[in-house]
Structures are given as structure tokens and as C-alpha cells.
């Protein structure tokens, strides 16, 4: 019954950060100009420390930005329509054993920032 009751604890951990992730990422600047490669990196940080500038103490204990797949679908100008944020490749440990979603939890947002394409 612990097992379960703490692998439902994480596994909603995650979901909660994830859709902050793809919340924060669906009204804030796109980076254009870098590939979004600024702007992946910003939602990431939202995901696991809860603030774009990072952190040094994950929401969710082993959490790593690495984790956290940024993804979105353009139109054909580049300028994103959606945003879905994901979490690969991370176990956690309940008590006799290891749990592992792939690619979940998953949020999906409609882009409503601004593009900037310089």
C-alpha cells in the first residue's frame, strides 16, 4: 500500500510540474533567432527548480533538467502553435520498487507568447 500511495505522490509531483512548465512556456517570448534552444532550456528550468533561471534543489527529488522533454509544433513561418512538455527517463524508488513512465507525465498548451525571430 506504500508503494503505491508514494509512486501516486511523485508520478503527481511531476504532473504538476510539467503543466507548469508547458504553462509558463505557452505565454512566454519564443527565441526564434536560437533555435528555442533559450527558450527549452527556460521551461526546463520551470519544470524541475519552479523558476526560468534555475535553482540548485529539484521540485522532485533525482529530477534533472535532462529529463524534461520541450516540444512544439510551428506553423509554417516557425512561430510555435503548441507546446508539450514531458518527462523521459526518470525511475523512482518505493520502498521494493523502481517506477518509470515513459514519456509521462505529459501537458500540451496552446502557444499564446510572443515570437521573436531575431
Known amino acids: 500500500m506504500y508503494q503505491f500511495g508514494y509512486a501516486f505522490f511523485v508520478y503527481n509531483q511531476l504532473q504538476s510540474a510539467v503543466r507548469t512548465g508547458a504553462r509558463y512556456g505557452s505565454t512566454t517570448d519564443f527565441d526564434g533567432g536560437s533555435g528555442g534552444s533559450n527558450f527549452q532550456g527556460r521551461v526546463r528550468n520551470v519544470v524541475v527548480y519552479g523558476s526560468p533561471t534555475g535553482g540548485s534543489v529539484a521540485h522532485v527529488k533525482g529530477l534533472a ?27 523512482y524508488y518505493a520502498v521494493f520498487r523502481t517506477f518509470t513512465a515513459p514519456n509521462k507525465p505529459r501537458a500540451t498548451f496552446l502557444y499564446l507568447g510572443q515570437f521573436i525571430s531575431g
Open 65 to 91: 533538467t535532462s529529463n524534461v522533454n520541450v516540444v512544439w509544433t510551428a506553423d509554417g513561418a516557425g512561430i510555435p502553435q503548441t507546446i508539450t512538455v514531458s518527462i523521459s527517463n526518470f525511475s
